[in-house]
């Protein structure tokens, strides 16, 4: 199979059996903030203390990317069709849930806004959470038009921007550095 099909020289690009739509059309937008919230990932998971701890394969961040990949799919195929739809969605975000409180508990309390920073695994969580916001605030679009989008795929990114906030926050907490304070400038 060749990587280059030439098919999507003219501007237009396939979707999962709904036919060709023209590349800046939103549905592509949403994919590929996905996409990229993807390939982020991959880099917080090379970065991430987890890889201390357990087999890549096993990493909280390479199952989400393997549920993105699938959301990718349902996305794309803009239908309810069973071969693309995720199954477990809700389930997932229980997961995601269960998790930022486990970790949460063990963090010192919120009482300021954080700014991005501190460990290099921590600020590649942090770019990974903004992308997923884009993404999320682009798929709320997409739903607005396509009846096929799932409230439930929505609800995901969300609670996954949460969960990667609160990784950023456990990266810096694990290399005993204290999260960076935002703090007003008075002009």
């Given at each position: 199979m060749k990587i280059y099909t030439k098919t999507g020289d003219g501007g237009t690009t396939g979707t999962l059996g709904q036919g060709r739509r023209s590349k800046d059309d939103l549905l592509f937008h949403v994919l590929g903030e996905l996409d990229e919230l993807n390939a982020t990932l991959a880099i917080c998971r090379?970065?991430?203390q987890w890889r201390r701890e357990e087999s890549d394969l096993e990493s909280p961040i390479f199952q989400i990317q393997c549920l993105l990949f699938a959301l990718s799919s349902e996305i794309a195929s803009l239908s309810n069709d069973v071969r693309y739809v995720v199954g477990n969605i809700e389930?997932?975000?229980q997961q995601l849930e269960n998790d930022i409180d486990v970790l949460d508990s063990a963090l010192p309390a919120l009482n300021n806004f954080i700014i991005p920073g501190g460990t290099v695994a921590s600020c590649n969580l942090h770019l990974?959470?903004?992308v997923c916001r884009r993404a999320e605030r682009g798929l709320?679009?997409?739903q607005s038009r396509e009846p096929s989008?799932?409230?439930e795929s929505v609800k995901y990114l969300n609670r996954l921007s949460d969960w990667l906030f609160v990784q950023a926050r456990i990266e810096n907490h694990l290399a005993g550095i204290g999260d960076?304070?935002?703090?007003k400038k008075d002009d």
């Open positions: 090379i970065n991430s389930n997932n975000i990974s959470r903004a709320v679009e997409l989008i799932r409230l960076d304070i935002w703090i």
